[in-house]
C-alpha cells in the first residue's frame, strides 16, 4: 500500500507495529492512517480519519461497510468506530493491528481563477454516479500538476456518460477568456465538446484534442459574473473508443462588462440555500411587476423543469418542486426579457 500511495506522488511508509499514540498522532495533525487490521480474518484495510473523544475507539471509513451494523459486508462504512484491541467501548474491535502507512500529502490550494482536475468539491466535479463509475475513469502523473483524468469516448452525441464541470472563483464580474490545459496522450479525442455556461447563455466549442498536446488551448472569451459559470465535458463525441482528457481550466480576465440586474428595477434574487432537498425557494423584491422564467437545467444542459411568472412589486416568494428529480448538481436559469444569470443547485 504504501508504494501504491507514493505512485500517487503523496510521500508514504510502512510501519510494522504501529501503536495507538501514534496513530492518534497522525489523525491531530489532519493525515489520514491507512491500516490492515484483524476485523475480518484474511486481514482488512481500513482508513482510521479520526477519535472518539479521548477513548480508545477510532472513526474509520471501512471499504466493507460498517461492522456495527446488520448486513456486513454493506454500503455504510463511512465512519465506522471501531475499538482499538485490547479496549471494549461498546464497538467491534480492531482485533490486531498489523501494520499501518503513513501517508502526508499537501492541501490542494483553494479554487480561484484555475479550477485543477483535483480539487474535488472545491471547483471540480468528475461524475461516476450511474449510469458512470468511478471504474470509468483513468488517472495519469501528467498534465497540470502533474495529475490528468480520462475515459473513453462514446458514439452517442447528447448524452454523457461520464463528465466533468469546472466552476471558478473570479474575484470579480467582466469578461474573461477561457483556456483549457490538454495532457499528450494516445488516441486522443478529436471532437471533444466543451461548454461553457456564461451570463447570459452557453456555447458549445468542438475541439480536436490532438491538435493540442500539453498545451493551453483558448476557447474564447466570453461574461462571467463573479459567482456563476462554469465549463462541462462530456465523453459522447460521436466516435467509440478514443481517450478524451480532463485537466485544468483556467479564466483569464479581459476586462470589465456593462452589467445588468436580473431587472431594469429589482433587486438580484435571494436563493435561500443552494443545497435543496425538494423545493427551491427564491426571495424578490421588485420595485414594479416584471415577467420571470425559472429552468432547473442538468449540468449538460438538459432542461428538466420550467415555469413562468409575473412577479409582482415588492417582496415576494416562489417556491419550485424539484421533488421527482434525482439528487444531482443542478443550474437554475432565471430569466427575464433583458438577462439571464445561473445559479448553481445542489440537491441532496
Given amino acids: 500500500m504504501a508504494r501504491y500511495i507514493d505512485n500517487h506522488n503523496i510521500a508514504a511508509w510502512r510501519d510494522s507495529s504501529p501503536t495507538f499514540e501514534e496513530v492518534i498522532g497522525e489523525l491531530n495533525q489532519g493525515y489520514p492512517h491507512s491500516m490492515c487490521v484483524g476485523l475480518t480474518a484474511a486481514g482488512h484495510l481500513v482508513l482510521a480519519v479520526g477519535q472518539v473523544l479521548n477513548w480508545h475507539t477510532l472513526i474509520f471509513n471501512d471499504p466493507y461497510g460498517n461492522k456495527n451494523t446488520p448486513g456486513y459486508p454493506s454500503y455504510d462504512g463511512k465512519y465506522a468506530r471501531y475499538d482499538w484491541p485490547g479496549y471494549n467501548n461498546g464497538y467491534e474491535n480492531l482485533n490486531y493491528v498489523y501494520w499501518s502507512v503513513y501517508s502526508h500529502g499537501d492541501w490542494e490550494p483553494a479554487t480561484d481563477t484555475i479550477v485543477d482536475d483535483l480539487q474535488f468539491n472545491d471547483g ?85 484534442q490532438s491538435q493540442h498536446p500539453n498545451q493551453w488551448l483558448s476557447l474564447g472569451i466570453y461574461p462571467f459574473t463573479d459567482s456563476t459559470g462554469y465549463l462541462y465535458l462530456g465523453d459522447a463525441t460521436g466516435t467509440q473508443g478514443r481517450h478524451i482528457v480532463f485537466d485544468a481550466v483556467c479564466w483569464d480576465y479581459r476586462g470589465p462588462e456593462i452589467e445588468e440586474d436580473i431587472s431594469a428595477n429589482a433587486s438580484k434574487p435571494l436563493l435561500r440555500t443552494n443545497v435543496i432537498t425538494d423545493l427551491i425557494t427564491l426571495n424578490f423584491d421588485l420595485t414594479e411587476a416584471n415577467k420571470i422564467t425559472l429552468s432547473v437545467l442538468t449540468v449538460d444542459g438538459r432542461v428538466v423543469k420550467k415555469i413562468k411568472r409575473l412577479i409582482p412589486a415588492g417582496p415576494t416568494s416562489i417556491n419550485l418542486s424539484i421533488a421527482h428529480l434525482p439528487p444531482a448538481v443542478y443550474y437554475l436559469l432565471i430569466t427575464t426579457p433583458a438577462h439571464s444569470t445561473h445559479l448553481k443547485l445542489i440537491k441532496i
Avoid at 500538476?145 to 475515459?151: A, L, S
Fill in 124 to 208: 471540480f466535479y468528475l461524475h461516476t454516479n450511474s449510469p458512470s463509475s468511478m471504474a470509468y475513469w483513468w488517472d495519469n502523473l501528467i498534465g497540470y500538476r502533474n495529475h490528468m483524468w480520462w475515459t473513453y469516448t462514446t458514439h452517442a452525441q447528447g448524452i454523457d456518460t461520464c463528465y466533468a464541470t469546472w466552476d471558478p472563483v473570479l474575484p470579480k464580474g467582466g469578461l474573461y477568456e477561457v483556456f483549457v490545459y490538454i495532457p499528450q496522450v494516445s488516441n486522443p479525442a478529436q471532437s471533444a465538446r466543451y461548454q461553457v455556461y456564461y451570463t447570459g447563455g452557453v456555447d458549445t466549442i468542438i475541439v480536436d
